[in-house]
């Protein structure tokens, strides 16, 4: 059958109702189709607009997701323990109770114990449920107390992100990667990770055999990327960062990287203070940061504006400067502090 375009929610002519979705079983979330008749799954296809392919996770046509969204032993239920601890003996109980029960016995918790007693541990962070926990330990009290493989993970690459450019731009490969004539894999071993149909590993075989591209491997261990890669670099274990910190200082100092993203949408142009390492903030320099726009720099009769965060630079979405920011970022500054 052929997908492309075809409306959400189209019935073919043997009565299966195709649904628009995305897939959870790895972080990527390909679009796929979803087949429903009599109010069950019965298959799945690729959407074909988003160039999806069903890999090996889920099967040709979602055989190992339908199996596993209605395995026998799931649980769609509340279920309430009916015997001693380890027995495995339970009994069905509606949501209503059960959501009454739990509060009643976290509210006994609270006031013994503090809202800090409540740990959560969950999945990685491919689903849709992590607004719903967050929300619910804010509004309890609760200071995020929760063991969780992402922290290990994708939490630093989110941060980064955050950080630099103040956007979440970091996927498993960024957008637009296929199109990079250079590309980086450093400690991550992507065949293990990932199935041979999946994204990524498509995208990495096309820049392996596109003579354009170069594909360098940054690994203590001869992994399996090395095979069709450029170059390959065997560092030891626990130096990488020496490493990383070498290539910035040669992107910057032989000006090899790209002027107007640095400029206009990363932190690249702000002033880091000599004391103490952190960014310098307007109401580092003025009493009332609001009232005056320009600021003045000591000893050079001119006004940095742009070098340092200002009210509307919110750890999201940064907001473009000019290319006067460039020049911040390139020489030492001497400031009036507060």
């Not at 492309?4 to 009565?15: A, L, Q, R, S």
């Not at 992107?251 to 640095?262: A, P």
Request: positive net charge; contains cysteine.
């Amino acid at each position: 059958m052929d997908t492309f375009g075809i409306p959400n929610g189209y019935v073919d002519e043997e009565g299966v109702k195709w649904v628009k979705s995305r897939c959870f079983f790895c972080s990527i979330n390909c679009a796929i189709l979803v087949g429903v008749k009599d109010d069950k799954i019965v298959k799945m296809r690729p959407n074909e607009e988003h160039g999806t392919l069903l890999c090996e996770r889920i099967g040709e046509n979602g055989e190992r997701a339908i199996k596993f969204h209605y395995h026998p032993k799931r649980v769609n239920y509340a279920l309430k323990r009916a015997g001693e601890r380890g027995e495995n003996k339970w009994e069905q109980i509606p949501y209503d109770q059960a959501l009454d029960e739990i509060a009643e016995k976290l509210e006994k918790l609270k006031k013994e114990y503090g809202p800090e007693t409540l740990g959560v541990i969950e999945g990685t962070y491919r689903s849709d449920h992590l607004w719903a926990r967050s929300r619910f330990t804010n509004l309890w009290g609760n200071p995020g107390t929760l063991a969780d493989p992402g922290t290990v993970c994708w939490c630093w690459m989110f941060t980064v992100n955050m950080a630099v450019v103040g956007n979440q731009i970091e996927t498993t490969l960024t957008p637009g990667v296929e199109n990079s004539k250079c590309l980086v894999v450093w400690g991550c071993r992507i065949n293990e990770r990932f199935s041979p149909k999946g994204y990524v590993n498509r995208v990495l075989k096309a820049c392996t055999e596109d003579e354009e591209t170069r594909v360098i491997v940054v690994d203590p261990v001869m992994i399996d990327a090395v095979r069709n890669a450029d170059v390959y670099l065997q560092v030891r274990p626990g130096t990488d960062l020496a490493m990383m910190l070498g290539w910035c200082n040669v992107i910057l100092s032989e000006g090899l990287y790209h002027k107007d993203m640095l400029a206009q949408w990363s932190n690249g142009p702000f002033l880091v203070r000599m004391d103490n390492g952190k960014l310098l903030r307007e109401t580092d320099i003025a009493k009332s940061p609001w009232e005056n726009e320009q600021r003045q720099v000591k000893g050079t009769g001119k006004t940095l504006s742009h070098g340092i965060p200002k009210k509307g630079d919110r750890p999201y979405g940064y907001r473009p400067r000019t290319n006067t920011a460039l020049r911040a970022s390139k020489m030492r500054w001497k400031v009036n502090m507060k």
